[in-house]
């Protein structure tokens, strides 16, 4: 059943695997696409997946974390975002292009700036973004961020995708308004389900405005929010209790998908947990020391940061991975959010996406003809393996090196080149250094660029993007499961 055909709407998907959002740094400072986005792109869409969903592209032009990262939120961006999807569409392959927003979970700036803490409410969360406090939206911040959405989906038909998907997970902005724990507003955006749903309504109906009936667009959406794992300090404390240790649970998210599905929305995206990294997002293991890594990379933006960075290098090692690693676990990785991805095919009705933790072919095929999902999702067994689908059709259950779900590429990537750092998986570091560096240029890419990236004497236009280290060697993003 993977190498069937599957439909939603007016986009057919050549088989039932897509290659799950995946971020890096692979644009220019300016958040411009560079030619390394469309080269590490075309690595999947040359190995067989049926599409593509893209990093979580900004809408936002202040609010976007890590810079090198790819933008969404002018209309600059549109023309080499357009360059790249037409090379993966000559692969039989579909794009869609995911939008977000982090609010107050963005954890990385140039400088400390107060739109990275925006969220639905005041508050304090040690894990989750580099300001010191949660700031509470106005409603004219809630209205220009709505409309920011609807602008940012205009430009994803521009640049020639197959559908936009709205992240209402990964504990980014929609998500915070989703939340209990998080959201106590008592405006029409805050107080009960209906009004936490308000902000997603006018999204999805702003984006709808701007792309037609006739266009695909999808939901990420969490089945539970588990706001205890990863364990947390947050404050607040919000009643009931049951809110603020689980925030909402999958009966709360079926009833927001049913209202989702009489919205028009095409297909829903299912992960879980809030929050990224988070078990549910990434299932597998906790990984500590990327953690200690990336806090040291932040801890100047802001006295929280600076604290969280102290206190993951001052604490033991083993107390630390003892504490940070309830609810996760490499054994319980393995098509972690598929019965809750079943509960809203059976219960909503809508096309539905399974993602986390899928990579062996028995279990894909049990997922899809048991009626657990119509399509899986995955980013770090690909990355892992990006031939994965070619070994599917030469029968193999399992690649012989697969991926250990060991999230470390999920951090990394926030800092270095986008790819595969389980030292479990290669020979010698000079082999796994080989295909992290693995950035092999491809001959009908070039044929889009306005210059001959081979020619010294032939630069880019004066008004182009700069080159940065982001064209040449470029970094990373976070990987979803």
């Known amino acids: 059943m993977i190498f069937e055909p599957f439909s939603i709407k007016d986009v057919t998907f050549k088989n039932r695997i897509l290659r799950s959002s995946i971020g890096g740094r692979t644009a220019y400072y300016d958040g411009t696409v560079s ?24 809408v936002n032009r202040r609010r976007w974390s890590p810079l090198e990262y790819p933008q969404i939120s002018d209309d600059k961006f549109v023309r080499h975002l357009r360059e790249g999807i037409g090379a993966v569409h000559r692969h039989d392959c579909r794009y869609i292009i995911q939008i977000g927003d982090g609010g107050s979970h963005v954890q990385t700036s140039l400088f400390s700036q107060k739109e990275d803490g925006y969220g639905p409410s005041d508050g304090f969360d040690l894990f989750y973004g580099y300001r010191n406090r949660r700031t509470e939206m106005t409603i004219a911040d809630i209205e220009q961020s709505v409309h920011e959405f609807g602008e940012a989906a205009r ?40 009004k936490r749903f308000q902000f997603l309504r006018e999204v999805l109906a702003s984006v709808r405005r701007q792309v037609g009936d006739d266009f695909l667009v999808g939901v990420r959406i969490s089945a ?13 404390v919000s009643r009931p209790l049951r809110h603020f240790f689980s925030g909402n649970d999958i009966d709360a998210y079926l009833t927001y998908a049913s209202w989702l599905k009489n919205l028009g929305v095409d297909y829903l995206h ?42 993951l290098n001052a604490i033991p090692a083993g107390v630390l991975r003892k504490v940070l690693s309830v609810g996760w676990g490499a054994a319980s990785a393995e098509a972690a959010n598929l019965e809750d991805a079943r509960r809203f095919r059976q219960q909503i009705g809508l096309p539905v996406i399974a993602n986390g933790g899928f990579q062996r072919r028995s279990v894909i095929e049990q997922a899809l003809t048991s009626g657990g999902c119509d399509l899986v999702s995955m980013a770090r067994p690909l990355l892992a393996n990006p031939n994965l689908l070619h070994l599917f059709q030469q029968g193999a259950e399992a690649p012989a090196r697969p991926c250990t ?71 990373n993003g976070a990987a979803d499961s």
Not at 162 to 169: I, L, M, N, P, W
Not at 171 to 186: E, V, W
Not at 277 to 292: A, C, K, M, R
Request: aromatic share 8%; net charge negative; with cysteine.
């Open 270 to 311: 299912v992960s879980n947990g809030y929050g990224f990294i988070n078990p549910g997002e990434t299932p597998g293991d906790f990984p500590l020391e990327e953690v200690q890594m990336f806090a040291n990379s932040t801890r100047h933006l802001s006295t929280k940061a600076n604290v969280r960075a102290t206190l």
């Open 35 to 58: 030619n390394a986005w469309k080269n590490f792109e075309l690595r999947f869409a040359e190995n067989g997946v049926a599409a593509i969903v893209s990093a979580t592209l900004n």
């Open 224 to 236: 539970k929010d588990c706001n205890s794992q990863p364990l947390n300090l947050r404050w607040p």
């Open 405 to 475: 779900f060991c999230n470390r590429c999920a951090i990394r990537t926030t800092l270095f080149p986008l790819g595969c750092y389980e030292p479990e998986r290669f020979d010698s570091d000079a082999e796994m250094e080989a295909q992290i560096l693995d950035w092999s240029a491809r001959p009908d890419l070039e044929e889009t660029l306005p210059w001959d990236p081979h020619d010294a004497s032939s630069p880019p236009a004066r008004d182009s993007p700069t080159a940065t280290v982001a064209g040449a060697a470029p970094g």
């Open 155 to 194: 430009r994803v038909r521009e640049t020639g995708a197959d559908g936009v998907e709205v992240t209402a997970s990964k504990g980014y902005l929609i998500h915070q308004f989703l939340n209990p724990a998080i959201n106590r507003r008592t405006d029409r955006y805050g107080g009960s389900p209906e």
